[in-house]
């Protein structure tokens, strides 16, 4: 294993949508039947996104022979202070990227192209179920030192939000 000091810049933006990305009338809240498909999603994100906002953090790189993980601490600017997030993929399947949280703020999302993925979000104050339906996953971190994530994202019972999230780490991190 591999682990290195890293800068990582991390941008985000994000609106809201009229749409929902939970379907009330399922049981098995993983079946895609019952879904919108991607098309029709598709159709309610048009126009820009906002500028994104920028945030800029020390983290750790962990490199193995079959994975790879960035690591850094959550700040005051995100309200997610004393987390931890970890953002990694299997070098065999670099569009399949997790992302979990541990400390106050818990979660584990998954971000796959095409595909909806439901998990729980626990704050200090509630726990709230999640869903996220990957529009895009543009990983190119071991070739450019960047990855985009194109997706939607709800708390159930609120307004979906569609989220662009583009992480790079800064000139001179090398991956091996």
Known sequence: MTKRDVMID????????????????????????????????????????????????????LTTEYRVELIYAESE???????????????????????????????????????RHICLYNTPFSEFEVCVRTLKVNNRLLEENRLELDYLIEIHGAQAEHCKMTVTLRPGTEIF
Request: glycine share 8%.
């Open 10 to 61: 991390i941008l985000t933006s994000r609106r809201e949508m009229n749409l929902s990305l939970f379907d009330e009338d399922e049981e098995n809240e993983q079946a895609e039947e019952g879904m919108p498909s991607l098309e029709d999603l598709l159709k309610n994100v048009t126009g820009e996104l906002p500028e994104p906002t920028e945030m800029l953090m020390e983290g750790k790189l």
């Open 77 to 115: 600017l995100t309200g997610m202070q004393g987390s931890m997030t970890d953002i990694g993929f299997d070098r065999a399947n670099p569009n399949l990227v997790s992302m979990m949280r541990t400390g106050p703020v818990r979660t584990a999302m998954t971000f796959e192209e095409g595909k």
